[in-house]
């Protein structure tokens, strides 16, 4: 065993440790170090500077430059918090699939290990970000927080533009699964049929073909052709067999199937629906309108009948 002797970055103290260390902890100020091997000495560097270093990268946008310096600080010192808290952040946006995967238990740990209340803040946002599954975030955090999570995924709803598709479809089914059904109805499809109201008016429509579905049957009827009109000629612009196509196609259809004004603007819009395709709508169109006057029909006899031998 060979002892080398070095001084700690963060209190000057003087370190005497054993050559084949990879990590080392000040026995004065208990800052931990990484030893840092270089051709012509030994150095050691605080993890705390590791940090600062891959924060300057995240910064640059450079997230997996920033990872490599994280993980350092995070291999010499697996319960620092708030470097594996930056640790997770940098994963989160890294180019690397396996490396995003790793995040949200990164993101886990940080927030367990930290009594740091404002850092806890930053990791919830961070996390929420990241995480298609918000329960899992929900679950996770102590009941203090379970809020702070309801207040995070609200904003989310206040700023349609800002969420990427799949994170908005989470927002709405972790919001029916927390608040339930009644609290979604009434608090957050009314937002969002504002929103696309005002959406129209300007042009635009919702990023998401399901929200606008969500939507639609409170719109007006000139609101209801903007919105089929745009969602089919945004299809259009893509060719069928992308995800793109295929998600708004599906949605003009089912609203189609339902609705007068929806199919008549979907077979208005040039080269949307082939010949074949707006007959067999048309078909289910008026099959759907059938079956529902049948069950209207039904309901008002057996109300007449209910009325007859009530009295
Ligand atoms: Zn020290």
Redo the contacts with the bound molecule.
């Keep these: 065993m060979v002892l080398i002797k070095l001084i700690?970055?963060?209190?000057?103290?003087q370190?005497e440790l054993d050559d084949s260390l990879e990590v080392a902890t000040?026995?004065?100020?208990?800052?931990k170090h990484v030893i840092v091997r270089g051709a012509k000495s030994t150095d050691c560097k605080d993890v705390n500077e590791y940090v600062k270093e891959g924060i300057a990268f995240i910064e640059m946008g450079q997230f997996d430059k920033a990872y490599e310096h994280f993980k350092k600080a995070v291999d010499a010192d697996p319960n620092n918090s708030d470097a594996l808290g930056w640790y997770a952040i940098a994963m989160s946006r890294s180019s690397s699939p396996m490396l995003k995967s790793g995040a949200s238990s990164a993101f886990e740990k940080s927030y367990r290990l930290s009594n740091n209340e404002e850092a806890r803040g930053v990791i919830i946002s961070a996390w929420l970000s990241h995480e298609v599954d918000f329960n899992r975030v929900y679950n996770a955090v102590d009941d203090t927080h379970k809020e702070v999570v309801i207040a995070r995924m609200l904003e989310g709803v206040e700023k349609p533009f800002l969420g990427i598709l799949l994170t908005y479809i989470g927002v709405f089914k972790f919001l029916l699964d927390v608040r339930g059904e009644e609290y979604v109805k009434e608090t957050i499809i009314p937002k969002w049929i504002e929103q696309l109201k005002s959406l129209l008016s300007a042009g635009k429509i919702y990023p998401d073909p399901l929200l606008v579905e969500v939507a639609y049957h409170n719109l007006n009827d000139e609101e209801k052709r903007k919105a089929i009109s745009l969602l089919a000629t945004d299809a259009c612009r893509w060719p069928r067999d992308t995800d793109h196509h295929k998600m708004r196609r599906a949605a003009v259809l089912r609203l189609s199937v339902q609705d007068e004004v929806a199919f008549k603007d979907a077979i208005r819009v040039e080269s949307f629906l082939t010949f074949k395709e707006s007959t067999q709508l048309a078909r289910e169109n008026a099959a759907f309108f059938r079956s529902k006057k049948e069950a209207e029909k039904k309901e008002k006899k057996a109300e007449k009948k209910g009325g007859f031998f009530s009295r």
Excluded: A, V
């Design positions: 700690c970055k963060h209190c000057n103290g370190m000040c026995r004065f100020c208990g800052t």
